[in-house]
């Protein structure tokens, strides 16, 4: 008596997806959405940017998880995005320690107009279609 074979090539339909591919519900594994057009890659690298200025680190986090699997220059751009906002998060919980010694009223402000300037270039860039990379950001995301 012969056993039928045991790879994912024997599963049927409703069996589990691959390991590593996300289900579905119907045992087909999620497709990570059609290439984005070089127009549509330079205005979510952009939006990844400037969402920074307006949501902090919650703007390129969700710019990252919705295009990382889609397009290269996004992921990279929304990448870089939320490490900076996480250096910036970083730096405001030091300077609001350093408030009660007055000198983080002025860290503060300097973060800020960093905040500002760094994230409107960055996202002018990324509209370019040019790789930015943010002058002092930790690179944790990865």
Same mark, same amino acid.
Do not use: C
């Given at each position: ?5 045991? $790879?994912?090539? @024997? ?18 594994? #999620? ?7 070089? @127009?549509?890659? !330079?205005? %979510?690298?952009?939006? =990844?940017?400037?969402?920074?200025? &307006?949501?902090? %680190? ?5 710019? %990252?998880? +919705?295009? /990382?699997? !889609?397009?290269? *220059?996004?992921?990279?751009? =929304?990448?870089? =995005?939320?490490? %900076?906002? +996480?250096?910036?998060? +970083?730096?405001?919980?030091? @300077? ?8 983080? *009223?002025?860290?503060?402000? &300097?973060? $800020?107009? #960093? #905040?500002?300037? *760094? ?8 509209? /370019?279609?040019?790789?930015? !990379?943010?002058? *002092?950001? &930790? !690179?944790?995301? /990865?």
């Amino acid at each position: 008596m012969t056993q039928p074979p045991m $790879g994912p090539e @024997s599963q049927g339909p409703g069996a589990p997806p691959p390991y590593g591919q996300p289900d579905m519900g119907y045992g087909q594994p #999620a497709p990570a959405g059609p290439p984005l057009s070089d @127009s549509d890659q !330079r205005l %979510w690298g952009m939006l =990844a940017h400037f969402s920074g200025i &307006l949501f902090a %680190w919650l703007g390129p986090l969700v710019v %990252w998880l +919705i295009y /990382k699997d !889609r397009d290269a *220059f996004v992921n990279d751009q =929304a990448k870089e =995005a939320l490490n %900076w906002q +996480i250096t910036l998060l +970083i730096g405001y919980v030091i @300077s609001g320690i350093l408030v009660l010694v007055i000198v983080g *009223f002025v860290t503060l402000g &300097l973060l $800020g107009i #960093a #905040a500002l300037v *760094f994230g409107i270039i960055g996202g002018l860039a990324a509209n /370019k279609g040019q790789a930015y !990379r943010y002058p *002092f950001a &930790l !690179r944790l995301v /990865k």
